[in-house]
C-alpha cells in the first residue's frame, strides 16, 4: 500500500474545524468498548504491567473488536500469551512509562525506534498482520507516546486520497492487505511521526483538552481527529 499525507496535511491546516466532534466522539464506542478501555489507562497509573493492567488490556481489545468466535483469523491469543509477550518487555516499557509525546527533548528517532522493536515483539493476534492489535495494545501501555492503529479509520487515512470531483469514492476505496510485516513497520513509523508532529502542532490550543472520557492522552487525541475526519468523508459532509 502506498502512504499518502494527503488527508493528513488537510486535518493539520483546518483540525479546528473537526474540534467540537471530539466531546462526543466515544459515544460511538460506549459499553465495553470504553469501559475496559478507561479501566486499562487507570490500572496503567495505578499498577503498571500488574496482571489487572494487562488483564484490562486483553478485554479492551476483545471489546474493541480483536476476538471473533468461530473459523476465523480475527482471534487473540491465549492470555498467558499476550501476557508473557508484554512482560519480556518489562524493563524498557518501565524506563518509557512516564515519557510524554510533547516532550522536546526526547530523541524521537531513537524513540520511534525502541517503540517498534516493543510493539512488534507482542504477540496478540493469530493474524499474520500485527499492526493493529499490537499498536492497540502498547496505547494503553505508553498512552503518551503511541495511538492506537485500526484499519478502518489509521490505515484508510493514511493510504487513500480525499473525495473530490475526480474521485468521489475517496475514502470508501477498499483497503488491500500489508504485503509483510515490513510493509507494517514502514506504516508504524510514518504513522509515529506524524502523531508526533501532530500533536506538537496542537499542544498550545487550549481548546483541544484531554479528558477522562475518550480524549485520554495526546496521541489518543490525534486518534480521535482522524475518526471525525474520516467519518466526514465517509458520509460525504
Not at 482471534?75 to 518509557?96: G, P, R, Y
Not at 503518551?144 to 493510504?159: A, G, H
Not at 510493509?183 to 498550545?204: A, P, Q
Amino acid at each position: 500500500m502506498n502512504i499518502t499525507d494527503t488527508n493528513y496535511n488537510f486535518l493539520k491546516a483546518n483540525y479546528t474545524d473537526f474540534q467540537n466532534n471530539l466531546i462526543n466522539v466515544g459515544n460511538d464506542f460506549g459499553g465495553p468498548s470504553l469501559y475496559f478501555h478507561k479501566r486499562s489507562l487507570e490500572e496503567k497509573n495505578k499498577s503498571f504491567l500488574s496482571d489487572t493492567h494487562i488483564e484490562n488490556i486483553y478485554a479492551t481489545l476483545v471489546a474493541w473488536g480483536m476476538h471473533r468466535m468461530g473459523d476465523t483469523s480475527t482471534k487473540m491469543v491465549d492470555f498467558d500469551v499476550f501476557k508473557n509477550s508484554i512482560i519480556n518487555q518489562k524493563d524498557i516499557l518501565i524506563t518509557l512509562k512516564d515519557y510524554k509525546i510533547n516532550d522536546l527533548n526526547l530523541d524521537r528517532n531513537v524513540l520511534i525506534e525502541q517503540l517498534k522493536s516493543i510493539c512488534f515483539s507482542f504477540q496478540v493476534s493469530i493474524s499474520n498482520s500485527k499492526i493493529v492489535g499490537n499498536s492497540k495494545t502498547l496505547a494503553h501501555i505508553l498512552p503518551d507516546l503511541v495511538p492506537p492503529i485500526d484499519r478502518q479509520y489509521t490505515i484508510r487515512f493514511f493510504t487513500n486520497e480525499p473525495r473530490s470531483a475526480e474521485n468521489t469514492k475517496g475514502l470508501f476505496k477498499n483497503l488491500s492487505d500489508f504485503k509483510n510485516i515490513d510493509e507494517e513497520k514502514k506504516y508504524f513509523d510514518h504513522i509515529l511521526i506524524k502523531t508526533f508532529d501532530f500533536v506538537n502542532h496542537i499542544f498550545t490550543d487550549k481548546n483541544v483538552i484531554l479528558d477522562g472520557n475518550f480524549n485520554t492522552s495526546y496521541p489518543k487525541i490525534f486518534d480521535n481527529f482522524i475518526m471525525t475526519y474520516v467519518k466526514r468523508e465517509k458520509n460525504g459532509a
